[in-house]
């Protein structure tokens, strides 16, 4: 199925969607705000994408740094190639341990991995405890946002949800009474949990550690209370250096949410005396990402969400219509690399505004990659033929002078002459179903010209 297909569901109730786009703007605009208040922003911005770039042109070396460091320091690494590696890591780490209560902390990449499916398969208990994460985790849902999870529900969707599943007092949503039920039925998972998995914001290879970023509380909740920690990060996670990091935390939250950083910014540099700290490494596309010079860019990215909050087929479609882990503009131009058969809809969906280019705060060339994907597609015959066909006759229509001056004439005519029903028909033209065409003018601006002398 389609992005537009998919979207078409969401879209049918408008109601929610124009709620889902203002709050989402709303977002942005407390972005924006944050971003004024800093008059050196655009430098971060510039020093984190070479610092990014930087990083990327020396992966292999950083890694290993990294590995070296972080093993002196007690750790214990692991390198998945894929998720199935992955998943069979992390299911092994937890049985070793004879665990069956696991709690997470929000994590795309344990997403990406479909984690929580694979461990609940084998009898383990994975609660996730990010609030948004736990709400869609409940309903059975997937992320629709990188930083709000459950942007696409209203806190009645929420008050529905917990009535069923915590037993909350039905038709109540009072948003304080809703996460103070939450935090209750999250204390007791907390304190039985044998294992935390938690995801990783940034890893530094100077020191070995990784940093993790919350507004809850909830990743250092589980990580300091379970006897074993499992974090899990994508190879691109990198920084080189420990002064590395402040460039980037200050532009993660501004960019994020408008904070000015996040409430929780932890470092794990060692496992806590009689604990166990693991790192799993998962590649599982990445080098091959890296590997192409047009989109290698797009690992630059540290997750803040931005692209999505200021993206107009985003805010009107939402995240699920794209099908994707990583959803908005960043999800369409990771996933043809993933899947391009499956994903070809993807870099379709946008209108190469360039807005989320320009928000990006790790300056990643956001549009002009979907332009490209659209390139590469077309080359590799996956895209529809009805658009490569009208593609194609419109290029020859508008190199073509005498061929664009009677297909104007034939336009004007048919809008004045053809019935409503046709030319504003969902078969023939679905771009008129929800816009007013303009009203045909009599003559062409070549006509006019040549009438009134000009030439
Ligand atoms: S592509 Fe840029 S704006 Fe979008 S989530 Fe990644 S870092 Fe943020």
Request: net charge positive.
């Amino acid at each position: 199925m389609t992005h537009a297909l998919r979207a078409s569901t969401f879209v049918a109730d408008a109601e929610r969607t124009s709620w889902h786009d203002e709050t989402l703007w709303f977002v942005r605009q407390k972005r924006d705000k944050a971003v004024y208040a800093v008059p050196e922003f655009q430098e971060l911005r510039e020093l984190a994408s070479q610092i990014k770039e930087h990083t990327l042109s020396r992966l292999d070396e950083y890694l290993m740094q990294f590995e070296a460091k972080a093993q002196r320091n007690g750790v214990q690494v692991h390198w998945a190639a894929n998720a199935q590696e992955h998943n069979d890591i992390v299911l092994d780490i937890i049985r070793r341990h004879g665990a069956t209560r696991v709690v997470k902390s929000k994590s795309m990449l344990t997403e990406e991995c479909h984690l929580n499916p694979h461990l609940t398969g084998h009898g383990i208990e994975v609660i996730d405890t990010d609030l948004g994460e736990r709400i869609i985790q409940l309903r059975e849902e997937a992320p629709s946002h990188l930083v709000l999870p459950a942007i696409h529900l209203k806190k009645e969707d929420v008050s529905d949800t917990f009535h069923l599943h915590l037993g909350t007092e039905k038709g109540n949503h009072d948003p304080q009474q809703l996460t103070e039920a939450a935090r209750q039925h999250l204390r007791a998972k907390f304190l039985a949990a044998e294992v935390a998995i938690s995801g990783v914001n940034f890893a530094v290879a100077e020191t070995g550690g990784v940093v993790i970023c919350t507004n809850e509380g909830n990743a250092d909740l589980g990580v300091n209370l379970a006897r074993v920690h499992i974090a899990c990060m994508g190879l691109e996670k990198l920084v080189p250096r420990l002064t590395d990091l402040g460039v980037f935390t200050r532009l993660l939250a501004r960019s994020a949410t408008g904070q000015p950083v996040t409430t929780y910014t932890s470092h794990y540099t060692k496992p806590a005396a009689g604990k166990e700290l693991h790192l799993v490494i998962v590649d599982n596309g990445r080098t091959q990402q890296l590997g192409r010079p047009d989109f290698r860019a797009s690992l630059k990215c540290i997750r803040c969400g931005a692209c999505m909050n200021t993206c107009p087929v985003y805010r009107r479609s939402g995240g699920h219509s794209y099908d994707f882990t990583v959803p908005g503009p960043i999800g369409a131009i990771l996933s043809p690399n993933i899947d391009l058969k499956k994903h070809s809809s993807l870099p379709f969906a946008s209108t190469l505004c360039g807005s989320c280019t320009d928000v990006c705060p790790v300056k990643i060339d956001i549009h002009t990659q979907l332009y490209k994907w659209r390139q590469v597609l077309a080359e590799a015959g996956e895209i529809p033929a009805a658009k490569k066909w009208s593609l194609q006759f419109m290029g020859r229509l508008l190199a073509s002078p005498t061929a664009f001056g009677i297909g104007g004439r034939v336009a004007r005519t048919g809008l004045r002459l053809l019935p409503y029903r046709l030319t504003h028909s969902k078969t023939f033209n679905a771009w008129a179903v929800a816009r007013e065409l303009p009203e045909p003018p009599k003559q062409s601006f070549r006509e006019w010209y040549r009438e009134t002398g000009k030439v």
